[in-house]
Protein backbone atom coordinates (compact mmCIF):
# COMPACT_ATOMS: atom_id res chain seq x y z
CA UNK A 1 0.00 0.00 0.00
CA UNK A 2 2.87 2.68 0.85
CA UNK A 3 4.72 1.97 -2.28
CA UNK A 4 1.45 2.10 -4.64
CA UNK A 5 1.02 5.37 -3.31
CA UNK A 6 4.09 7.29 -2.82
CA UNK A 7 4.53 6.27 -6.69
CA UNK A 8 0.65 7.25 -7.70
CA UNK A 9 0.03 10.33 -9.71
CA UNK A 10 -2.37 11.91 -7.19
CA UNK A 11 0.24 11.62 -4.92
CA UNK A 12 2.90 12.80 -6.65
CA UNK A 13 0.62 16.35 -7.22
CA UNK A 14 0.87 16.72 -3.82
CA UNK A 15 4.37 18.22 -4.82
CA UNK A 16 2.57 21.68 -6.10
CA UNK A 17 -0.34 21.93 -3.45
CA UNK A 18 -0.57 24.28 -0.56
CA UNK A 19 -0.10 22.95 2.75
CA UNK A 20 -0.40 26.53 4.61
CA UNK A 21 1.97 29.25 2.60
CA UNK A 22 1.79 29.61 -1.01
CA UNK A 23 5.28 28.97 -2.45
CA UNK A 24 7.39 31.96 -1.36
CA UNK A 25 10.23 33.11 -3.12
CA UNK A 26 12.36 33.67 -0.43
CA UNK A 27 12.13 30.18 1.34
CA UNK A 28 11.33 26.73 1.53
CA UNK A 29 8.44 26.32 3.43
CA UNK A 30 6.05 22.70 3.32
CA UNK A 31 3.77 21.53 0.91
CA UNK A 32 1.11 19.30 1.05
CA UNK A 33 3.58 16.65 -0.15
CA UNK A 34 6.66 17.00 2.40
CA UNK A 35 3.64 17.13 5.33
CA UNK A 36 2.29 13.86 4.11
CA UNK A 37 5.60 12.58 4.22
CA UNK A 38 6.57 13.71 7.98
CA UNK A 39 3.48 12.55 8.76
CA UNK A 40 3.59 9.25 7.66
CA UNK A 41 7.28 8.96 9.47
CA UNK A 42 5.71 9.79 12.75
CA UNK A 43 2.68 7.68 11.85
CA UNK A 44 5.00 4.71 11.60
CA UNK A 45 6.74 5.22 14.85
CA UNK A 46 3.84 5.39 16.62
CA UNK A 47 2.10 2.47 14.53
CA UNK A 48 5.22 0.26 15.93
CA UNK A 49 5.58 1.93 19.46
CA UNK A 50 1.94 1.04 19.79
CA UNK A 51 2.57 -2.55 18.34
CA UNK A 52 4.85 -3.75 20.11
CA UNK A 53 3.22 -2.85 23.81
CA UNK A 54 -0.21 -4.65 21.96
CA UNK A 55 1.56 -7.66 20.95
CA UNK A 56 3.15 -8.40 24.40
CA UNK A 57 0.09 -7.68 26.12
CA UNK A 58 -1.40 -10.56 23.21
CA UNK A 59 0.80 -13.15 22.59
CA UNK A 60 -1.74 -14.71 20.47
CA UNK A 61 -1.35 -12.12 17.89
CA UNK A 62 1.89 -12.77 17.39
CA UNK A 63 1.18 -16.59 17.00
CA UNK A 64 -0.77 -15.37 14.53
CA UNK A 65 2.26 -13.78 12.13
CA UNK A 66 1.37 -10.12 13.20
CA UNK A 67 4.59 -7.92 14.49
CA UNK A 68 4.53 -4.07 15.55
CA UNK A 69 6.44 -3.35 11.96
CA UNK A 70 3.32 -4.31 10.18
CA UNK A 71 0.94 -1.98 12.35
CA UNK A 72 3.57 0.79 11.79
CA UNK A 73 3.24 -0.31 7.97
CA UNK A 74 -0.45 0.45 8.03
CA UNK A 75 -0.17 4.08 9.45
CA UNK A 76 2.43 5.30 7.31
CA UNK A 77 0.40 4.02 4.68
CA UNK A 78 -2.67 5.42 6.08
CA UNK A 79 -0.99 8.56 7.12
CA UNK A 80 0.78 9.12 3.68
CA UNK A 81 -2.59 9.12 1.60
CA UNK A 82 -4.13 11.25 4.54
CA UNK A 83 -4.34 14.41 2.56
CA UNK A 84 -4.52 12.88 -1.23
CA UNK A 85 -7.99 13.87 -1.91
CA UNK A 86 -7.26 17.53 -1.06
CA UNK A 87 -8.27 20.24 -3.34
CA UNK A 88 -6.07 22.58 -4.83
CA UNK A 89 -5.50 26.17 -2.31
CA UNK A 90 -5.51 24.02 0.76
CA UNK A 91 -8.66 23.88 3.28
CA UNK A 92 -10.18 27.25 0.92
CA UNK A 93 -10.41 24.82 -1.82
CA UNK A 94 -12.96 22.38 -0.19
CA UNK A 95 -15.04 25.49 0.72
CA UNK A 96 -15.01 26.96 -2.53
CA UNK A 97 -16.40 23.89 -4.06
CA UNK A 98 -19.39 23.89 -1.22
CA UNK A 99 -19.88 27.36 -1.63
CA UNK A 100 -20.29 26.75 -5.25
CA UNK A 101 -23.35 24.75 -4.74
CA UNK A 102 -24.72 26.68 -1.71
CA UNK A 103 -24.25 30.01 -3.91
CA UNK A 104 -23.69 30.22 -7.27
CA UNK A 105 -26.97 30.07 -9.53
CA UNK A 106 -26.01 27.49 -12.01
CA UNK A 107 -24.84 25.27 -8.84
CA UNK A 108 -28.18 25.51 -6.83
CA UNK A 109 -29.91 24.26 -9.95
CA UNK A 110 -28.11 21.40 -10.13
CA UNK A 111 -29.88 20.02 -6.83
CA UNK A 112 -32.95 18.73 -8.99
CA UNK A 113 -30.88 16.24 -10.73
CA UNK A 114 -29.87 14.26 -7.08
CA UNK A 115 -31.14 13.14 -4.07
CA UNK A 116 -31.00 14.91 -0.30
CA UNK A 117 -27.81 12.78 0.38
CA UNK A 118 -25.81 13.35 -2.75
CA UNK A 119 -26.86 16.99 -2.34
CA UNK A 120 -25.21 17.12 0.94
CA UNK A 121 -22.09 15.58 0.01
CA UNK A 122 -21.53 18.30 -3.01
CA UNK A 123 -22.63 21.15 -0.44
CA UNK A 124 -20.45 20.01 2.70
CA UNK A 125 -17.88 18.61 0.16
CA UNK A 126 -14.93 16.88 2.39
CA UNK A 127 -11.59 16.11 0.94
CA UNK A 128 -11.21 13.14 3.77
CA UNK A 129 -14.33 11.92 1.11
CA UNK A 130 -12.37 12.29 -2.20
CA UNK A 131 -9.18 10.89 -0.55
CA UNK A 132 -11.62 7.45 0.09
CA UNK A 133 -12.98 7.76 -3.63
CA UNK A 134 -9.31 8.32 -4.84
CA UNK A 135 -7.69 5.26 -3.19
CA UNK A 136 -10.55 2.72 -3.86
CA UNK A 137 -10.51 3.58 -7.68
CA UNK A 138 -9.35 1.68 -10.59
CA UNK A 139 -8.32 4.92 -12.10
CA UNK A 140 -5.12 6.57 -11.55
CA UNK A 141 -2.95 3.99 -11.96
CA UNK A 142 -4.52 1.02 -10.37
CA UNK A 143 -4.77 2.59 -6.84
CA UNK A 144 -6.24 0.09 -4.80
CA UNK A 145 -5.39 -0.39 -1.15
CA UNK A 146 -5.99 -2.92 1.39
CA UNK A 147 -8.77 -2.69 4.18
CA UNK A 148 -7.18 -2.47 6.85
CA UNK A 149 -5.49 1.00 4.93
CA UNK A 150 -8.48 2.18 3.91
CA UNK A 151 -9.98 1.75 7.64
CA UNK A 152 -7.20 3.49 9.62
CA UNK A 153 -7.54 6.19 6.69
CA UNK A 154 -11.39 6.49 7.76
CA UNK A 155 -10.80 9.12 10.72
CA UNK A 156 -14.92 10.31 10.11
CA UNK A 157 -16.59 6.45 9.12
CA UNK A 158 -19.70 8.25 8.32
CA UNK A 159 -21.86 9.47 5.49
CA UNK A 160 -22.62 13.26 4.43
CA UNK A 161 -26.21 13.45 6.03
CA UNK A 162 -27.39 11.72 8.99
CA UNK A 163 -30.20 12.57 11.49
CA UNK A 164 -28.44 12.91 14.40
CA UNK A 165 -24.67 13.62 15.08
CA UNK A 166 -23.11 12.87 18.06
CA UNK A 167 -21.14 16.12 18.99
CA UNK A 168 -18.76 14.52 22.23
CA UNK A 169 -17.12 11.88 19.00
CA UNK A 170 -14.62 13.54 17.08
CA UNK A 171 -14.64 11.09 14.34
CA UNK A 172 -18.65 12.91 14.01
CA UNK A 173 -17.28 15.89 13.58
CA UNK A 174 -16.92 15.77 9.34
CA UNK A 175 -17.62 12.55 7.14
CA UNK A 176 -15.49 10.15 5.65
CA UNK A 177 -17.19 8.86 2.12
CA UNK A 178 -19.35 9.84 -0.92
CA UNK A 179 -22.96 8.24 -1.69
CA UNK A 180 -21.27 6.82 -4.60
CA UNK A 181 -18.53 4.78 -2.40
CA UNK A 182 -21.38 3.96 0.16
CA UNK A 183 -21.44 0.52 -0.59
CA UNK A 184 -17.22 -0.30 -0.82
CA UNK A 185 -17.44 1.75 2.44
CA UNK A 186 -19.84 -0.74 3.88
CA UNK A 187 -17.72 -3.71 2.84
CA UNK A 188 -14.72 -1.92 4.54
CA UNK A 189 -16.26 -1.84 7.74
CA UNK A 190 -17.18 -5.12 7.74
CA UNK A 191 -14.39 -6.34 6.75
CA UNK A 192 -12.01 -4.71 9.85
CA UNK A 193 -14.45 -4.68 12.06
CA UNK A 194 -15.98 -1.32 12.53
CA UNK A 195 -18.42 -1.24 14.94
CA UNK A 196 -22.13 0.25 13.60
CA UNK A 197 -23.68 2.98 15.40
CA UNK A 198 -26.84 3.49 13.95
CA UNK A 199 -29.71 1.51 12.51
CA UNK A 200 -30.51 4.10 10.30
CA UNK A 201 -27.68 5.92 8.72
CA UNK A 202 -24.32 5.06 7.96
CA UNK A 203 -21.87 5.40 11.06
CA UNK A 204 -19.42 3.32 12.25
CA UNK A 205 -16.96 3.49 15.39
CA UNK A 206 -13.17 4.35 13.94
CA UNK A 207 -10.67 1.89 13.43
CA UNK A 208 -8.05 2.14 16.61
CA UNK A 209 -5.23 2.68 14.01
CA UNK A 210 -7.28 5.92 12.86
CA UNK A 211 -6.16 7.22 15.93
CA UNK A 212 -3.19 6.80 15.64
CA UNK A 213 -3.19 8.64 12.01
CA UNK A 214 -4.95 11.72 13.53
CA UNK A 215 -2.79 12.15 16.02
CA UNK A 216 0.26 11.69 12.97
CA UNK A 217 -1.17 14.43 11.28
CA UNK A 218 -1.97 16.67 14.44
CA UNK A 219 1.49 16.45 15.72
CA UNK A 220 2.95 17.49 12.46
CA UNK A 221 0.98 20.46 11.36
CA UNK A 222 0.82 21.75 15.23
CA UNK A 223 4.34 21.88 15.43
CA UNK A 224 5.76 22.30 12.07
CA UNK A 225 3.34 25.32 10.89
CA UNK A 226 5.46 26.94 13.79
CA UNK A 227 8.73 26.03 12.49
CA UNK A 228 7.97 27.40 8.91
CA UNK A 229 6.36 30.30 10.40
CA UNK A 230 9.25 31.68 12.29
CA UNK A 231 11.46 30.61 9.49
CA UNK A 232 9.62 33.02 7.24
CA UNK A 233 9.48 35.34 10.27
CA UNK A 234 6.39 35.23 11.53
CA UNK A 235 6.89 34.48 14.55
CA UNK A 236 10.50 34.51 16.71
CA UNK A 237 12.57 32.21 17.85
CA UNK A 238 11.79 33.46 21.26
CA UNK A 239 7.92 32.87 21.10
CA UNK A 240 9.02 29.00 19.40
CA UNK A 241 10.78 28.36 22.46
CA UNK A 242 8.53 29.50 24.92
CA UNK A 243 6.19 27.37 23.03
CA UNK A 244 7.72 24.43 22.55
CA UNK A 245 9.93 24.20 25.55
CA UNK A 246 7.09 23.35 28.59
CA UNK A 247 6.40 20.16 26.30
CA UNK A 248 9.94 18.66 26.98
CA UNK A 249 10.35 20.39 30.71
CA UNK A 250 13.07 18.92 32.50
CA UNK A 251 14.37 17.28 29.50
CA UNK A 252 15.34 20.85 27.44
CA UNK A 253 18.60 21.90 28.03
CA UNK A 254 18.29 25.67 28.05
CA UNK A 255 22.13 26.44 28.36
CA UNK A 256 22.82 23.67 25.24
CA UNK A 257 20.18 25.47 23.75
CA UNK A 258 21.56 28.73 23.79
CA UNK A 259 25.00 27.71 22.30
CA UNK A 260 23.58 27.17 18.97
CA UNK A 261 23.71 30.32 17.14
CA UNK A 262 21.66 29.46 13.96
CA UNK A 263 17.95 30.65 14.09
CA UNK A 264 17.00 27.76 11.66
CA UNK A 265 18.90 25.28 13.85
CA UNK A 266 17.81 25.99 17.11
CA UNK A 267 14.19 25.86 15.61
CA UNK A 268 14.65 22.34 14.21
CA UNK A 269 16.25 21.17 17.28
CA UNK A 270 13.24 22.04 19.44
CA UNK A 271 10.83 20.53 16.39
CA UNK A 272 12.39 17.65 16.72
CA UNK A 273 13.01 16.99 20.33
CA UNK A 274 9.27 18.25 20.77
CA UNK A 275 7.60 16.09 18.02
CA UNK A 276 9.55 13.21 19.90
CA UNK A 277 8.03 13.10 23.03
CA UNK A 278 4.46 13.86 21.69
CA UNK A 279 5.11 10.90 20.11
CA UNK A 280 6.13 9.43 23.44
CA UNK A 281 2.67 11.17 24.98
CA UNK A 282 0.30 10.08 22.71
CA UNK A 283 2.04 5.98 22.95
CA UNK A 284 0.35 6.28 26.60
CA UNK A 285 -2.40 7.53 26.13
CA UNK A 286 -3.54 5.14 23.32
CA UNK A 287 -2.38 1.83 25.47
CA UNK A 288 -4.27 3.54 28.71
CA UNK A 289 -7.02 4.27 26.56
CA UNK A 290 -7.01 0.80 24.57
CA UNK A 291 -9.81 -0.96 26.19
CA UNK A 292 -11.94 2.11 25.24
CA UNK A 293 -10.98 2.60 21.69
CA UNK A 294 -11.84 -1.35 21.07
CA UNK A 295 -15.68 -1.42 22.71
CA UNK A 296 -16.26 2.12 20.75
CA UNK A 297 -16.69 4.66 24.50
CA UNK A 298 -13.26 6.11 23.49
CA UNK A 299 -13.83 8.97 20.74
CA UNK A 300 -11.03 11.95 20.85
CA UNK A 301 -7.98 12.91 19.05
CA UNK A 302 -5.16 11.47 21.38
CA UNK A 303 -3.57 14.91 21.08
CA UNK A 304 -6.73 16.54 22.95
CA UNK A 305 -5.60 14.37 26.18
CA UNK A 306 -1.91 14.20 25.77
CA UNK A 307 -0.12 16.15 29.00
CA UNK A 308 0.66 18.28 26.70
CA UNK A 309 -2.83 18.98 25.36
CA UNK A 310 -3.12 22.36 26.38
CA UNK A 311 0.78 23.75 25.36
CA UNK A 312 -0.70 22.17 21.57
CA UNK A 313 -3.52 24.70 22.14
CA UNK A 314 -1.74 27.69 22.98
CA UNK A 315 0.57 27.07 20.14
CA UNK A 316 -2.47 26.89 17.68
CA UNK A 317 -3.73 30.16 19.35
CA UNK A 318 -0.47 31.97 18.21
CA UNK A 319 -0.44 30.04 14.65
CA UNK A 320 -3.74 31.62 14.05
CA UNK A 321 -2.96 34.96 15.10
CA UNK A 322 0.39 34.85 13.58
CA UNK A 323 0.04 33.00 10.66
CA UNK A 324 -2.73 31.29 9.35
CA UNK A 325 -4.78 34.90 9.39
CA UNK A 326 -1.27 36.26 7.45
CA UNK A 327 -1.55 38.36 4.56
CA UNK A 328 0.41 35.77 2.24
CA UNK A 329 -2.48 32.96 3.35
CA UNK A 330 -5.31 35.37 3.08
CA UNK A 331 -4.39 36.11 -0.49
CA UNK A 332 -3.88 32.76 -0.72
CA UNK A 333 -7.50 31.58 0.25
CA UNK A 334 -8.80 34.16 -1.50
CA UNK A 335 -7.57 33.33 -5.02
CA UNK A 336 -8.60 29.58 -4.35
CA UNK A 337 -12.20 30.97 -3.89
CA UNK A 338 -12.06 32.33 -7.00
CA UNK A 339 -10.18 29.99 -9.25
CA UNK A 340 -12.01 26.65 -8.31
CA UNK A 341 -15.28 28.38 -8.55
CA UNK A 342 -14.03 29.21 -11.94
CA UNK A 343 -12.79 26.37 -13.44
CA UNK A 344 -16.07 24.43 -11.25
CA UNK A 345 -18.50 26.60 -13.43
CA UNK A 346 -16.54 26.32 -16.60
CA UNK A 347 -16.54 22.71 -16.34
CA UNK A 348 -19.93 21.44 -15.09
CA UNK A 349 -22.21 23.94 -17.51
CA UNK A 350 -19.57 21.80 -20.05
CA UNK A 351 -20.63 18.51 -18.82
CA UNK A 352 -24.22 19.43 -17.82
CA UNK A 353 -24.54 20.54 -22.18
CA UNK A 354 -23.45 17.45 -23.05
CA UNK A 355 -25.36 15.07 -20.70
CA UNK A 356 -28.75 16.99 -21.27
CA UNK A 357 -28.25 17.46 -25.00
CA UNK A 358 -26.93 13.50 -25.48
CA UNK A 359 -23.32 14.04 -26.93
CA UNK A 360 -24.34 17.69 -28.08
CA UNK A 361 -23.36 20.62 -26.61
CA UNK A 362 -22.99 24.16 -27.88
CA UNK A 363 -20.29 25.96 -29.21
CA UNK A 364 -18.24 27.58 -26.44
CA UNK A 365 -18.97 24.30 -24.06
CA UNK A 366 -17.97 22.00 -27.06
CA UNK A 367 -14.41 23.79 -26.77
CA UNK A 368 -14.51 23.50 -23.06
CA UNK A 369 -15.02 19.85 -23.67
CA UNK A 370 -12.19 19.41 -25.84
CA UNK A 371 -9.72 20.52 -23.14
CA UNK A 372 -10.95 17.94 -21.18
CA UNK A 373 -8.38 15.10 -20.11
CA UNK A 374 -9.33 12.03 -22.16
CA UNK A 375 -10.25 9.85 -18.64
CA UNK A 376 -12.44 12.83 -18.08
CA UNK A 377 -13.61 12.62 -21.61
CA UNK A 378 -14.57 9.08 -21.34
CA UNK A 379 -16.51 9.56 -18.62
CA UNK A 380 -18.85 11.89 -19.86
CA UNK A 381 -19.52 9.12 -22.78
CA UNK A 382 -20.82 6.74 -20.42
CA UNK A 383 -24.06 6.03 -19.16
CA UNK A 384 -24.94 7.61 -15.92
CA UNK A 385 -28.40 7.24 -13.76
CA UNK A 386 -28.11 10.85 -12.66
CA UNK A 387 -25.93 13.28 -12.94
CA UNK A 388 -24.66 13.47 -9.40
CA UNK A 389 -21.60 10.96 -11.07
CA UNK A 390 -20.60 13.32 -13.79
CA UNK A 391 -20.31 16.03 -11.28
CA UNK A 392 -17.79 14.27 -9.23
CA UNK A 393 -16.16 12.51 -12.21
CA UNK A 394 -15.62 16.41 -12.89
CA UNK A 395 -14.32 17.23 -9.64
CA UNK A 396 -11.74 14.34 -9.27
CA UNK A 397 -10.35 16.22 -11.44
CA UNK A 398 -10.62 19.30 -10.56
CA UNK A 399 -9.19 18.23 -6.95
CA UNK A 400 -6.11 16.25 -8.53
CA UNK A 401 -5.10 20.09 -10.20
CA UNK A 402 -1.66 21.52 -8.44
CA UNK A 403 -2.15 24.83 -7.01
CA UNK A 404 -0.37 26.10 -10.41
CA UNK A 405 -1.76 23.48 -12.76
CA UNK A 406 -5.33 24.75 -11.36
CA UNK A 407 -4.13 28.70 -11.93
CA UNK A 408 -3.30 28.26 -15.35
CA UNK A 409 -6.24 26.26 -16.23
CA UNK A 410 -8.17 28.85 -14.86
CA UNK A 411 -6.82 31.85 -17.07
CA UNK A 412 -7.08 30.07 -19.93
CA UNK A 413 -10.70 29.53 -19.59
CA UNK A 414 -10.85 32.75 -19.04
CA UNK A 415 -9.06 34.37 -21.47
CA UNK A 416 -6.30 35.70 -19.29
CA UNK A 417 -3.96 33.91 -20.92
CA UNK A 418 -3.63 33.24 -24.37
CA UNK A 419 -0.90 31.10 -25.95
CA UNK A 420 1.59 33.01 -28.13
CA UNK A 421 0.41 36.51 -26.04
Keep these: DYDRIIFSYPFRCLQDK ?12 HTRLTHSLEVSSVGRSLG ?14 AEKGINQFEMGAIVASAALAHDIGNPPFGHSGEDAISEYFLEDDF ?24 GFRLLINNKFQGLKVTFATLAAFSKYPRESLVQTVDPGRKSQKKYGFFQSEKEFFKETAEQTGLKSLSDQDLVWCRHPLAFLVEAADDICYSIIDLEDGCNLNLVSVDTVTELLSPILGDKFDYKKFQRIELKREKVSLLRALAIAE ?26 SVIPSSNHLKDIIKISVENIYQSTPVLEKETAGFEVLSGLIDAYLRAAFDFYQHEGKAGKKNTTILNLFPDDLKAELKQDHDSFYHLILACLDHITLMTDSFALEKYRKIKGISIPGY
Design 18 to 29: TQVFPLPKTDFV
Design 48 to 61: KKVGKIVIDRNPNL
Design 107 to 130: GRSLKSQMNEKEWADLTSFEGNAQ
Design 278 to 303: LIEQTTEVFIDNEPGILNGQFDKALT
